[in-house]
């Protein structure tokens, strides 16, 4: 019943919101839940309208900034524009300086200038203390459109390839766009002890496991493991609540090989795919061996990074150039490395990390929200998808830019 009447609760909760915060629903809506081109686009097919779906998404992003002009405003500066137009420069002209990244250059332009790279944008305009009842919105939402959308699989109302056992083919990116809605639902369910959400979150986790991708679990498992050691705490029964959390940890594993059978019996009673179930109860959930050749993914390319006698890398995709099947690495660090060699990628990397500890200062909640975009757009690029193609990356690296601006304007405020 409060699940019912928590889902009402969200109409309520839109119409309460300010102009502003309606138009930055609107973008965050269309950035963090990837699944709103799918669920919009048989509306457009039914009216007619099917050669027009591709507008969807870029209207809803010229909604919500329009809405939510004053905050664009404040939070996209004129570096940030300049920082934008060199990333297009230098990846257009990168083939000078990298003759064998041309064709994959020309084939991805549009798609990584156009598609991927203005969610800096997006992230640009996130504040976690501002925004908190907004981001709690989309995320509600995200569940029952993930709900809706798995149900229109089960019943056959939209096609998709089935795997050898006539259930639901693996589904990796419905499964990284759902992460978002399952990390706030629950950071909520936590803090604010909300049992509708924390019920959302657990059957969200169901879904998760029945979509037959691996990565995006391990990825939820590691945020759950670290938020409830390092970013639950209160300052009494601190201990005595991390005692509570190891203990659960180790029920859950004593008991893993019976939950999994249960899960998996209906998950397949449903027509989920079983995937993730088997490689649990075979214990090769992390086996890399049987995850896509990606041990001898990571063999060739850190071969070719060893061979780098200019240090400077391979050029944007490189990667693919050394993997057996063409495909992208399947780990950030290793692209960017072959892509940029030890002294290009290595000093990327080295201000990834050194951005990411400088954002802790904030405390509390914020700290929280600053790893969990962390998990979002960096902890996801170690098992799937390549950074040039992933949205989530830059919404990280937008939301850490205005967060450090955050910082240093508090640091003169109070040199003052």
Avoid at 10 to 22: A, M, V, W, Y
Avoid at 77 to 89: A, E, N, S
Avoid at 217 to 243: E, G, M, P, Q, S
Avoid at 278 to 283: A, F, G, N, V
Wanted: neutral net charge; hydrophobic residues 50%; contains cysteine.
């Amino acid at each position: 019943m409060r699940l019912m009447i928590g889902s009402l609760n969200i109409f309520k909760q839109f119409t309460n919101l300010s102009k502003d915060q309606k138009g930055l629903f609107f973008i965050f809506f269309a950035a963090l839940v990837p699944l709103s081109y799918k669920l919009i686009s048989p509306f457009f097919i039914i009216a007619g309208l099917g050669e027009y779906t591709i507008i969807i998404t870029p209207t809803l992003y010229v909604i919500g900034f329009l809405m939510a002009s004053n905050i664009a405003k404040r939070s996209i500066t004129v570096k940030d524009i300049l920082f934008y137009l060199f990333l297009v420069t230098f990846f257009l002209l990168s083939p000078a300086l990298y003759p064998s990244s041309l064709n994959f250059v020309e084939e991805n332009a549009q798609k990584f200038l156009l598609n991927v790279v203005p969610f800096f944008f997006v992230g640009l305009c996130m504040s976690y203390d501002r925004d908190k009842d907004v981001l709690l919105l989309v995320a509600r939402i995200g569940f029952w459109a993930q709900i809706f959308w798995q149900a229109c699989l089960l019943l056959g109302f939209v096609e998709m390839g089935e795997s050898f056992d006539d259930t639901l083919g693996e589904q990796m990116e419905t499964a990284y766009g759902f992460l978002f809605s399952l990390f706030f639902l629950f950071h909520n369910a936590i803090k604010r002890r909300d049992i509708c959400d924390l019920v959302m979150f657990i059957i969200g986790t169901f879904l998760l496991l029945s979509m037959g991708a691996r990565g995006p679990i391990i990825v939820l498992a590691f945020y759950i493991l670290i938020y409830l050691i390092v970013f639950n705490t209160h300052k009494k029964k601190n201990v005595f609540k991390k005692l509570i959390v190891i203990i659960f940890c180790f029920l859950f594993y004593y008991f893993l090989t019976p939950i999994m059978f249960f899960l998996s019996f209906y998950a397949e009673q449903f027509g989920f795919s079983t995937r993730v179930f088997r490689s649990i109860l075979e214990d090769q959930m992390t086996n890399l061996s049987e995850s896509s050749y990606r041990d001898e993914f990571y063999g060739n390319v850190w071969d070719a990074i060893r061979n780098d006698n200019t240090l400077l890398g391979y050029g944007f995709g490189s990667d693919r150039l050394f993997t057996p099947t063409g495909g992208y690495t399947h780990n950030l660090e290793l692209e960017l490395l072959v892509s940029f060699g030890i002294i290009g990628g290595g000093l990327i990397l080295c201000i990834l990390a050194f951005r990411f500890l400088k954002s802790l200062q904030h405390g509390g909640e914020t700290k929280m929200f600053s790893f969990m975009m962390l998990c979002l757009g960096i902890v996801s690029l170690q098992f799937s998808y390549s950074y040039i193609l992933f949205p989530s990356f830059f919404i990280y690296l937008g939301y850490n830019t205005a967060l450090l601006r955050t910082n240093a304007k508090e640091l003169k405020a109070y040199v003052r």
